[in-house]
């Protein structure tokens, strides 16, 4: 009997110790995951194996990112040997490309999936298990059990500003890691905009010599841009994570940096943005333009380009009086400057359908009568809903980044000094439950979310951090997780084992927790 009852604790307290364990660490949470009695559990070796050289490149690449972090010595080959990881392309798991399921036994941690990217995606998953989830205090063991795991958007996109204040290609690659280990997919790089053109065109060279002097803070800066070589570098890292990179290229507005290096294409502006627009009515600036975006093209194989197509009134003032203009208006009748804003659109739209490349707008875009089928629209007027319901209403596809809670220059809470608040705060919660409460958010015509990083008040990489981490990993999980599968607890719980990895990485993150950890990193203008 005393044996028995002896027995009987020791299984009370084993259940118990397993019942604290409910899901896995990892960010975003996987849809569906169970865990089960005993470990995987390795010392310092570990065999990275697979079945299709297809996965080979995902395997070195996993190599690489573990051996940064661990003392782990790692092996990859094409025959597995335990204990060891397993890659296996399985065309019966899913045929969504980004699935992927995980089986963790005594032995084996096994990856399937029926596309590299879907291997990729759990490999992530996988990191975070060998890195940052104890369990019972011991780095050494995972627990036993299952994972199945799909996004619940395609798109889940970051974007950088880059025109207002520049970071560079080491910087943008390491957000690019943090991207592919958070799952993130798509980098909208917004290249162009009135304080600096940042890539080099090689037929209009002085875009990039003269349009990439100054920024947001200092108007004689030196000349800062991507040279070709650079762009394609960096495509290709974010291609070898699955991050496709959409380009902007902005217009007809925002281009006072363009319009300083070749000022015969000008619009004009008006006082408070000078030069702040290209010419509708010149027919020259069309194909100046697309010879831009021909070698835009080029870098770029992302299936859209972004024109920008917003702001267009804060600066087209001088259009009333601009001959060219008025002729174009008479010509195609088109009785006001808002028409003339949409005959542009449309003409660019056009020129990049030649191109074989979609094009994505801001919500101005949404009445301009642009195709569909070639289209897409980014929603970012929180202010105006009905932009989001007219855009799907018109069979566009969209992509919801409102400012609230999607641009992450707004400051997170009331201690902050720096930064837009306009009418609320955009705090790691409200990044988390969006799009909480949208009607169009499970439209098939959504593709998904995206944070936007504008550095009008971001001027280096510390604040950059600051205002990135860990709202990008809250982002992660909005644009990944079901709604109802969502818990912000969970993701309070989850996130110090993501922490160790900023702090291992010096990243300057803002401590939810304990915001007077760190101080905040002073922007150019206060709230």
């Known amino acids: 009997m005393t044996r028995f009852i002896l027995t009987l604790s020791i299984i009370l307290l084993s259940l118990k110790g397993f019942s604290q364990h409910k899901a896995y660490a990892i960010i975003p949470q996987p849809n569906e995951s169970r865990l089960e009695q005993g470990y995987f559990q390795f010392e310092d070796k570990l065999s990275v194996a697979y079945n299709s050289d297809q996965l080979k490149a995902s395997a070195e690449y996993f190599k690489a990112v573990l051996k940064s972090y661990s003392e782990k010595k790692i092996q990859v080959k094409t025959g597995g040997s335990y204990p060891g990881i397993y890659l296996e392309l399985d065309d019966e798991v899913n045929n969504h490309d980004e699935t992927y399921q995980i089986r963790i036994s005594s032995k084996e941690i096994k990856v399937q999936a029926s596309s590299p990217h879907g291997i990729f995606n759990g ?116 291609k070898e994570r699955y991050i496709e990179v959409i380009p902007e290229i902005d217009m007809p507005g925002h281009a006072s940096a363009a319009n300083r290096a070749y000022p015969e294409f000008s619009g004009g502006g008006s006082e408070k943005y000078p030069d702040f627009t290209f010419n509708p009515g010149k027919e020259e600036v069309y194909q100046y333009l697309t010879n831009i975006l021909q070698e835009v093209k080029d870098l770029f194989p992302a299936k859209y380009i972004h024109l920008g197509g917003d ?159 860990p709202r990008l990993s809250a982002m992660a999980e909005a644009a990944w997780c079901n709604q109802n599968k969502k818990s912000y607890t969970s993701f309070k719980e989850r996130l110090p084992l993501m922490v160790k990895m900023y702090q291992k990485d010096e990243i300057y993150y803002y401590d939810v927790f304990n915001p007077e950890n760190h101080q905040e990193p002073k922007g150019l203008v206060k709230r």
């Open 123 to 238: 490999l992530q998953s996988v990191l975070q298990l060998l890195l940052f989830s104890p369990q019972d205090n011991d780095l050494s063991k995972i627990h036993k059990g299952t994972i199945k795991d799909e996004p619940r958007y395609a798109w889940r996109g970051l974007m950088l500003d880059e025109s207002r204040h520049f970071f560079g290609k080491e910087k943008v690659k390491q957000l690019l890691d943090y991207m592919a280990l958070h799952k993130l997919n798509r980098f909208h790089w917004h290249l162009t905009d009135s304080p600096g053109w940042r890539i080099e065109i090689k037929q209009y060279p002085k875009l990039g010599k003269v349009g990439g002097i100054g920024n947001h803070s200092d108007s004689e800066a030196k000349a800062q841009y991507y040279s070709q070589k650079e762009i394609a570098e960096i495509v290709a890292y974010a």
């Open 311 to 469: 702001e267009v009134h804060f600066g087209n003032h001088q259009w009333k009086d601009d001959k060219a203009i008025q002729a174009l208006m008479k010509n195609k009748q088109l009785d006001n400057l808002k028409a003339v804003e949409e005959y542009f659109i449309r003409r660019m739209a056009d020129s990049l359908k030649t191109m074989n490349r979609q094009v994505i707008g801001w919500d101005e875009v949404v009445e301009a009568g642009l195709d569909p089928e070639n289209s897409l629209v980014m929603w970012w007027r929180h202010d105006k809903p009905q932009l989001l319901t007219s855009a799907v209403q018109k069979g566009y596809k969209v992509v919801m980044c409102p400012r609230l809670p999607m641009y992450f220059d707004f400051i997170q809470d009331e201690r902050q000094h720096y930064g837009r608040t306009w009418d609320g705060f955009c705090d790691v919660e409200s990044v988390y439950h969006f799009p909480k409460g949208i009607k169009e958010a499970d439209s098939n015509l959504v593709a998904g979310i995206q944070a936007c990083v504008w550095t009008e008040n971001i001027q280096n990489n510390q604040r950059l951090d600051y205002m990135l981490f």
